[in-house]
């Protein structure tokens, strides 16, 4: 079965740009995460979705973070406009029921804001 | 508020040694999962291991093996006879519940860094 899957892996870009990642998650999963990983923070939640809909997004950072979910199958976060403190691995994972069960996570993005 | 702890920040050992990853965590729910992940050099997360609270069986699974304590609030993971593919970051995580956390998220901790050498 093909895992969680983020596109692209690498993304280097120049502060003040958009940036979108996408997320694919593993298809029945009705639960998607998107997570930053930061060596100072360590991994923090962004914003999760149930069946499609942002359930908690408190962890967005600001307004500048959006994600949307507009089907079972594809979940894009967008920074706009970019900062280098933006900086980080971006990682995207699903799962069935929510907090019961594991969730599989994709290999992640890896964000550079120049 | 849900918190989890991993004292060790890094660890280094010589091949063939046992380690162990120390977990505590805080939590008001009486109903709560934890985790445990393995984050390889490579970068990618990897679900080891999950336990609910109702089972403090301990469980091995190879070299693996995991001691879940609720009077501790520990969930420690040891290797076995260590090797150098275990070279990696482990985090622990505990699901959220009811108090303090989203019913969906995972609250991690800080991870252990292992290093095992040749």
């Known amino acids: 079965d093909a895992g969680v899957i983020q596109s692209p892996r690498h993304e280097v870009t120049e502060m003040g740009q958009e940036v979108t990642l996408r997320c694919k998650p593993i298809s029945g999963h009705d639960y998607l995460f998107w997570y930053r990983q930061t060596m100072m923070r360590g991994l923090e939640l962004l914003i999760y979705f149930n069946n499609n809909v942002p359930i908690d997004d408190s962890g967005m950072p600001e307004d500048r973070f959006s994600a949307k979910m507009p089907n079972a199958s594809f979940s894009t976060l967008k920074i706009q406009p970019s900062e280098p403190r933006d900086s980080a691995v971006y990682f995207c994972?699903?799962?069935?029921?929510?907090?019961?069960?594991?969730?599989?996570f994709g290999d992640g993005t890896r964000l550079s804001i120049l | 508020a849900q918190k989890v702890t991993q004292a060790q920040t890094e660890i280094s050992v010589v091949e063939k040694e046992d380690v162990t990853l120390d977990c505590v965590y805080e939590?008001?729910?009486?109903?709560?999962?934890l985790f445990w992940y393995k984050q390889p050099p490579s970068g990618e997360l990897v679900f080891l291991i999950r336990r609910n609270s109702f089972d403090e069986q301990n469980e091995i699974s190879g070299r693996y093996s995991w001691n879940f304590q609720k009077s501790t609030s520990s969930f420690n993971f040891t290797i076995t006879a260590s090797q150098v593919v275990d070279s990696a970051v482990y985090f622990c995580a505990l699901s959220g519940g009811n108090y303090g956390g989203s019913q969906g998220n995972l609250i991690f901790g800080k991870g252990t860094k292992l290093s095992v050498k040749p």
């Open positions: 994972a699903s799962n069935r029921d929510g907090k019961y069960q594991p969730q599989h």
């Open positions: 939590t008001r729910d009486t109903t709560y999962y």
